[in-house]
């Protein structure tokens, strides 16, 4: 008996622009105060995910893990989670353990959720952590998907019902963005006069100051009585115009469930998108912008001037999760800079859409848009272009040496630099930095390149 062998091409992920999703929950879980996350699968998945994020924000962290085996493959975990739970409230005696799924555990089915309640009924007469699950199989998933449904699982989880509103309480569900932004939000939020509550808020967990000696789980982060309350706000504000693979998000959960009012916003980055939380801030608040942030967004307008010769009719690729390359597209153009290439890893059908509303439309015609790709096929879509400047993570950094443009580093990972928890780019001051940041490359580049070289511009 003979076979022929199928000629059909098979295509697999190179270098993907995209991580796991169990990596966006445990970030989500490490930015609750005295947390630790929990891996429901092998201890690959946890060093991993530890690896990954000490390299982006220097800082040590741990993550737990139920350490899965042949033996646990075939007959599940229960056991293996119960005992886990168990070694982490002897070693760090937490408020709150996040239990989010690998893609070992969920092709076999673990009912997690019934493990959780069965433990929580056998240990009923003790004074347990709280125990919040969130599914986050990376087979259908990104880190961006395995983020937003852990702050799903928090708030659906943990929000108690009818409490009593906060006139100045505000939920801010800010995405996936750097611990500089935000500081720099709940700086905002409070200059209004409200009193912000962040979901996560890793500022201080993955960012803090030096240690004298080792924390096993470090100070800061948004307090787990804080969650229970956020059904208390007088609104929440969620950043981001694709959230990717949410459905039905934090804000919304909250809407439908707690009847807190919710205002969805782009991430404010650049000057329209700003001034549509700054506007927010204002009208939920009855208070004026404050004079600093007016002063902010003038010194802005005024470096842009300063500035647009270095930026106007500069072709960009743009690479990152969905929400953070919209925002950097939108400022793009506000900059003059045409981007020519949006490219995600992710891919549910709204990114495209959303990037057309935010780019000026005179600039659609010279703009390719990918989505639920890898950095071979950014690479291969850029090889017929005429790019300037690469914007986007460290990811993307071998590609750019090979098509010899420079890279911006944006967005997460950032791990062949030491700034990743510092970069700003969200606010008028975020935005000038990152202006400064743009335009200073470029100008660089072109230094590099002349025969004669500028020593004054």
Not at 390 to 410: D, E, F, N, Q
Request: aromatic share 8%.
């Amino acid at each position: 008996m003979t076979s022929a062998l199928s000629t059909e091409h098979f295509t697999a992920t190179q270098n993907a622009c995209k991580l796991c999703a169990p990596l966006g929950a445990a970030l989500v879980f490490k930015g609750i105060a005295n947390t630790v996350p929990l891996l429901h699968g092998s201890q690959g998945c946890s060093t991993y995910i530890r690896r990954y994020m000490i390299s982006h924000f220097k800082e040590p962290l741990d993550i737990a893990c139920s350490n899965f085996g042949e033996d646990t493959a075939i007959f599940g975990g229960g056991a293996n989670i119960k005992l886990a739970i168990d070694n982490i409230r002897r070693q760090y005696d937490p408020d709150l353990i996040g239990v989010a799924t690998t893609c070992l555990s969920e092709t076999i089915g673990d009912d997690v959720p019934m493990f959780i309640r069965t433990y929580q009924a056998d240990h009923r007469d003790e004074d347990l952590p709280a125990l919040v699950h969130v599914a986050t199989p990376s087979y259908q998933g990104t880190h961006m998907q395995g983020f937003h449904g852990a702050v799903r699982a928090l708030v659906s989880a943990l929000a108690e019902p009818e409490p009593a509103r906060e006139p100045t309480r505000v939920n801010l569900f800010a995405g996936m963005v750097s611990p500089a932004d935000l500081r720099a939000l709940r700086t905002i939020i409070a200059s209004f006069g409200l009193t912000p509550v962040l979901v996560p808020d890793y500022s201080d967990t993955l960012n803090g100051p030096l240690w004298t000696e080792y924390q096993r789980i470090p100070e800061g982060g948004t307090p787990v009585a804080a969650l229970r309350q956020s059904g208390a706000a007088a609104a929440s504000i969620e950043c981001g115009l694709v959230l990717a693979g949410a459905g039905e998000t934090a804000g919304t959960w909250l809407h439908e469930n707690r009847n807190v009012p919710l205002h969805r916003l782009g991430l404010p980055i650049g000057i329209r998108q700003t001034d549509r939380f700054f506007d927010c801030l204002a009208a939920l608040s009855g208070r004026p912008v404050p004079e600093k942030y007016t002063a902010q967004r003038g010194r802005l307008l005024d470096a842009l001037v300063d500035g647009h010769k270095h930026l106007n009719g500069v072709r960009a690729a743009i690479f990152g999760e969905e929400d953070l390359v919209a925002g950097l597209a939108g400022y793009c153009g506000e900059l003059g800079i045409v981007p020519v290439l949006c490219a995600t890893g992710g891919g549910d059908g709204r990114f495209a859409r959303t990037i057309r509303r935010v780019v000026p439309a005179a600039q659609h015609d010279r703009m390719q848009i990918l989505e639920d790709v890898d950095f071979v096929d950014i690479e291969k879509a850029l090889a017929d272009m005429d790019v300037d400047l690469l914007i986007g993570h460290s990811k993307g950094y071998t590609m750019a040496r090979r098509l010899k443009k420079p890279l911006v580093r944006v967005g997460f990972p950032v791990h062949d630099r030491v700034d990743g928890s510092r970069l700003a780019h969200l606010g008028y001051r975020g935005a000038q930095q990152l202006f400064d940041r743009l335009a200073n490359t470029l100008i660089e580049e072109k230094q590099k390149s002349n025969a004669v070289g500028y020593t004054y511009y």
